[in-house]
């Protein structure tokens, strides 16, 4: 059975409005990941391309629609890309990519195998100067070819990449196009995002967070502290006894599906800890984000826990 305390956000708007974090000049991405199968398995495609802005979806393309479908809430934003026009450049990147998987393949004479062909491109911005960006490829999970900005190059990691750079090089203008998509394309396209997106990536949801207590058969009482709906990602969980940190399990930061994140940990109370622990529930659940002001500490009501008993083994 389930004991639940849940703390509302009224109660983290009584605390006053969060501070505001610097967040304003960034830094912001936007990233691409493509992968080619020369065998489709398992529900994948021989071609998917997933972009983000930050560490949000932005869009989809695959090698069944062939369209660039924009997740939410871009796809309500009028205005931030013309995706019939980005749909045809998924395309042809779709081609070169899988032509340059099928040119591995005959490389190493083996055009019956099931590869995996993977591409990763990113830029960012940092007080709306390009401050990074890379693109690189892996064939079966291991570095093929990497874009060297300062040389500029393709470098080849793989025996079969040295044709890959080849092709890839094959007119002087190919090298410096790939340049200039890094450090100046693409980081214009993330410009002109940031003018619809910067809301949505700036935004501070703070966690609501919850305590709930299980009991094992071994008479073990396992505290769960949940935080969930909130953003940006980074968070700190820990179960807290005076000022001491308890240990505890998970911590793991995962999607809600909505845009937010949800994370939890569980700490382990035996028979022997509750008999030690002074009377008053004196376990706490500290919750550190920056969407909230101060760190908000959640009191496990443990008397009210004791009162659950009844119901153990249930
Ligand atoms: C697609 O975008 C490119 C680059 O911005 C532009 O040159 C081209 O005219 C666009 N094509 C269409 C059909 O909108
Ligand atoms: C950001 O940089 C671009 C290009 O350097 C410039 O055109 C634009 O005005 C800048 N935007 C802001 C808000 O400073």
């Known amino acids: 059975m389930v004991t639940v305390v849940s703390v509302l956000l009224s109660l983290l708007l009584l605390l006053g409005p969060a501070v505001p974090q610097e967040t304003q000049a960034g830094p912001y991405s936007l990233s691409f990941f493509y ?16 972009a983000y ?53 005959d490389y ?71 340049k200039a998509y890094l450090e100046e394309e693409c980081p214009a396209m993330l410009r002109s995002y940031l003018q619809f997106s910067k809301i949505h990536l700036d935004r ?17 009482q396992t505290l769960k502290c949940r935080a969930d709906g909130f953003y940006p990602r980074e968070i700190e969980l820990h179960w807290i006894q005076g000022d001491d940190t308890q240990e505890a399990e998970g911590g793991d930061v995962v999607p809600s599906g909505n845009s937010t994140y949800q994370s939890w940990v569980v700490m382990s109370v035996s028979p022997q800890d509750r008999a030690s622990r002074s ?27 004791e009162g659950s008993e009844g119901t153990r083994g249930q």
């Not at 090698?63 to 026009?85: C, F, H, L, T, V």
């Not at 008053?280 to 009210?304: D, E, N």
């Open 204 to 220: 501070q949801d703070p966690p609501t967070v919850s305590i709930t207590s299980h009991w094992t058969p071994a008479e073990t």
């Open 35 to 50: 992968t080619g199968l020369s065998k489709p398995r398992d529900g994948f495609l021989s071609f998917q391309a997933t």
């Open 279 to 305: 009377g008053s529930g004196s376990y706490s659940c500290r919750v550190k984000h920056s969407s909230l002001a101060q760190p908000l500490t959640v009191l496990w009501a443990g008397a009210r826990a």
């Open 108 to 178: 190493y004479k083996d055009t019956e195998g099931a590869h995996t062909f993977q591409g990763m491109f990113r830029c960012e911005l940092r007080n709306n100067k390009s401050s990074g960006a890379f693109w690189r490829y892996a064939y079966d999970g291991r570095n093929f070819i990497e874009f060297n900005k300062e040389i500029p190059a393709w470098v080849p990691q793989d025996p079969a990449a040295l044709n890959t750079k080849q092709k890839w090089e094959a007119e002087k203008v190919y090298v410096l196009r790939a």
């Open 53 to 105: 802005l930050n560490d949000q979806d932005f869009f989809h393309y695959d090698s069944e629609d062939r369209k660039a479908i924009p997740s939410y809430p871009w796809s309500q934003m009028e205005g931030i890309e013309d995706w019939e026009n980005e749909s045809e450049l998924q395309k042809a990147r779709e081609d070169i990519f899988m032509v340059t998987l099928k040119d591995i393949m």
